[in-house]
């Protein structure tokens, strides 16, 4: 398996506004091979920000490295530069193989 994160200094008054751009988006990822899961997670509240990433599983790097090569990939981004700025600064991205993943078998999703 393969995380793929990226993090954003969201200015603290853009907050609704960011959460609704991922929200109403259309992404399609249960549509690109590979994707497992993905989670837009809030963090911290900072003094000019508030801290959020955005957590994608996939199957493998590969798979990863395919999507942001795809129309899918281009089709979610398409746009995301023309609304008026809700970060600080360019999202911060990193990437990790999964080395070991346990889950608890006695929790109920």
């Not at 193989?97 to 006695?106: A, G, K, M, R, W």
Request: a negative charge; charged letters at 25%.
């Amino acid at each position: 398996m393969y995380i793929a994160m990226n993090r954003f200094k969201v200015k603290k008054e853009e907050c609704a506004a960011f959460e609704d751009v991922w929200l109403n988006r259309d992404s399609r990822l249960n549509e690109v091979p590979g994707f497992v899961t993905f989670h837009l997670l809030r963090g911290p509240e900072r003094e000019d920000h508030v801290l959020y990433a955005s957590h994608t599983i996939w199957a493998s790097q590969e798979a990863f490295v395919a999507w942001t090569k795809s129309e899918h990939f281009r089709a979610a981004h398409a746009g995301a530069g023309e609304r008026k700025p809700l970060t600080l600064e360019h999202p911060q991205f990193e990437g990790f193989e999964v080395v070991q993943s346990l889950e608890n078998p006695n929790v109920n999703r």
